[in-house]
């Protein structure tokens, strides 16, 4: 479970919390990378498709 969903259920004995440089929203953030690879050039989308296919 994502810390900020266990800290939302206010835990007894939590006091605090501190959330850094995650993001607020994983759809949203899905949507940011998947637009900034569509702008990358040909051969670097290639590449980076086929390392993800090889797991690298």
């Given at each position: 479970?994502?810390?900020?969903?266990?800290?939302?259920?206010?835990?007894?004995?939590?006091?605090?919390?501190?959330?850094?440089?995650?993001?607020?929203?994983?759809?949203?953030?899905t949507?940011?990378?998947?637009?900034?690879?569509?702008?990358?050039?040909?051969?670097?989308?290639e590449?980076?498709?086929?390392?993800?296919?090889h797991?690298?």
């Amino acid at each position: 479970m994502p810390t900020g969903a266990y800290a939302s259920r206010r835990p007894q004995g939590l006091k605090k919390i501190i959330i850094a440089s995650g993001p607020a929203s994983i759809p949203l953030c899905t949507e940011g990378c998947r637009e900034l690879l569509s702008k990358l050039p040909p051969g670097v989308h290639e590449t980076l498709k086929e390392c993800k296919h090889h797991g690298d």
